[in-house]
């Protein structure tokens, strides 16, 4: 079972704050963890990429791993207008040929 | 650097109409190439997937083909539209490997 699981939302969050979004996934096989934003109309782009347990930085964003809970989340700092998008979780399981697969996705609300 | 070409951007086409659409990437060597499909509302579904020249695995049955002529050459083909095969469909490309993926810019299909 290739499941992965998100809050669809909207997850509505003041500006300057931390948005944390969460993920969990079915598939114990999964290795490669990642968070895409989609944009309303446009593809996917990818924001962070995490392999293993612990949190992971890069810049406003932190990424976290919890591969005995299956849990996956983002935090965003200092949250700016700019941020409103749909956040997608992708796992990769072992081998990793048949590609990613995605959850529904999020709908974060950044409020000015 | 690696990029990626998917055209056209948007397409209305009447039901029992033939598609094709086509995915370029540049770049890289042997990628692993993804088509996914994202309908109104809903998460990414992978429809197929090439880990090379000729190699096209499905995941999900439909009336919808693929096809990889080249390396870096990726095409979705259907002899006749469904109403059904309306969406916003995604090329991507990853390294081998457990790799994040990265998507074209999408072409959104209307059919009707």
């Known amino acids: 079972q290739k499941e992965v699981e998100q809050n669809s939302g909207p997850l509505s969050v003041p500006e300057g704050a931390i948005a944390s979004l969460n993920c969990t996934y079915s598939d114990r096989g999964s290795q490669s963890f990642f968070w895409y934003r989609q944009y309303s109309g446009k593809s996917p782009e990818l924001i962070m990429s995490i392999y293993s347990n612990g949190d992971k930085e890069d810049g406003r964003f932190t990424a976290q791993l919890n591969k005995a809970s299956q849990y996956v989340s983002l935090l965003i700092r200092d949250s700016q207008p700019s941020d409103s998008a749909t956040y997608l979780c992708?796992?990769?399981?072992?081998?990793?040929?048949?590609?990613?697969?995605f959850g529904k996705g999020t709908h974060l609300i950044i409020q000015p | 650097s690696q990029t990626i070409h998917q055209w056209p951007a948007t397409l209305v086409q009447p039901v029992g109409s033939p598609l094709s659409l086509e995915c370029t990437v540049e770049g890289t060597s042997n990628p692993n190439l993804y088509w996914y499909r994202q309908a109104a509302g809903r998460g990414l579904q992978l429809l197929f997937y090439s880990v090379g020249i000729g190699q096209i695995s499905s995941e999900v049955p439909q009336n919808l083909s693929a096809s990889r002529p080249q390396d870096r050459q990726f095409i979705l083909s259907s002899k006749k539209l469904l109403l059904s095969d309306s969406g916003f469909y995604l090329c991507?490309?990853?390294?081998?490997?457990?790799?994040?993926?990265?998507f074209g810019q999408g072409t959104r299909l209307t059919v009707v």
């Open positions: 992708a796992v990769i399981r072992r081998g990793g040929a048949d590609g990613l697969t």
């Open positions: 991507a490309f990853a390294g081998t490997g457990v790799t994040e993926a990265f």
